[in-house]
């Protein structure tokens, strides 16, 4: 856990514990395989899972040892007899619906530099009416759980609403929503608000869209708070009712604490 500051829904700064969500890049006999996000409680066991999962490995004997090395973010597994054909079986990678599974993050990252965010404000108003619009809204996630809900919106009216297995999968349709509209999309009078909580992946994605405000019921990991203030990004989690915490850009949120009370 990491200590942060954040402004809440009355103007005041706060500080809160956020979990610290870490990259893990996996190799297997000496070869790259993946990188994970991970809060990084059980390592060894993440990636034996994986491996196991994906069925890289029929057990766990297989596997002479992994060690993982913080300092660097990697995990060396070494195998006894090496993996037959591994080269083919993990020549296509998928971006599964996992949640906190991220094989392209190191794509990811190496573009956040280069992403300039257009000018863009929320009111504090205008965040209420976002929130009471998702309450409203008709969603397989009331009815039947086991979904992750995403959204775009200009103002307070809501321009799509997706729902998947997965958040990744439902900001990408959004993605390719906002390219697939005549003559493009401007993306600088937009908010994108996701259900999920605000990892590294979910902020990046969001400003490769071109979309500077995020907003999100859930809380925010520490590498996305890091990232999002890197971008300038306005991160606002905890978003439920008349309650919120911005964890980064504050300086997008037109704060109106009176509507708080």
């Known amino acids: 856990m990491q200590e942060v500051s954040a402004i809440n829904e009355f103007g005041e700064t706060c500080l809160i514990s956020i979990p610290a969500e870490r990259a893990l890049t996996v190799y297997v006999d000496k070869r790259e395989l993946v990188t994970l996000m991970t809060l990084g409680a059980h390592p060894e066991l993440l990636v034996l899972g994986f491996l196991r999962n994906q069925r890289l490995v029929e057990s766990a004997q297989e596997i002479e040892s992994i060690t993982v090395d913080w300092d660097v973010g990697a995990a060396a597994v070494k195998t006894r007899q090496g993996i037959s054909d591994i080269e083919a079986r993990t020549a296509k990678k998928v971006v599964t619906t996992g949640c906190g599974q991220g094989s392209v993050f190191g794509d990811l990252m190496a573009e956040v530099d280069q992403l300039q965010l257009?000018?863009?404000?929320?009111?504090?108003?205008?965040?209420?009416?976002?929130?009471?619009?998702?309450?409203?809204?008709?969603?397989?996630?009331?009815?039947?759980?086991?979904?992750?809900?995403?959204?775009?919106?200009?103002?307070?009216?809501?321009?799509?609403?997706?729902?998947?297995?997965?958040?990744?999968?439902?900001?990408?349709t959004i993605a390719g929503w906002m390219w697939l509209q005549a003559d493009g999309m401007r993306s600088d009078d937009k908010v994108f608000y996701t259900t999920g909580r605000l990892t590294s992946e979910m902020v990046i994605k969001s400003a490769q869209m071109g979309v500077p405000i995020v907003v999100s019921r859930s809380g925010i990991t520490q590498m996305g708070q890091q990232v999002a203030q890197r971008l300038g990004l306005c991160?606002?989690?905890?978003?439920?009712?008349?309650?919120?915490?911005?964890?980064?850009?504050?300086?997008?949120?037109?704060?109106?604490?009176?509507?708080?009370?």
């Not at 200009?154 to 297995?165: A, N, S």
């Not at 978003?239 to 009176?258: I, T």
């Open 235 to 261: 991160t606002i989690g905890r978003a439920m009712n008349r309650r919120f915490l911005c964890y980064s850009g504050v300086h997008r949120l037109l704060l109106q604490p009176g509507l708080a009370g």
């Open 118 to 172: 257009p000018p863009a404000t929320l009111s504090q108003a205008t965040l209420y009416g976002i929130v009471n619009a998702i309450r409203l809204q008709e969603s397989t996630y009331k009815s039947a759980g086991s979904v992750h809900g995403c959204a775009l919106f200009q103002g307070e009216q809501m321009l799509i609403f997706v729902e998947d297995v997965g958040r990744h999968n439902a900001i990408d």
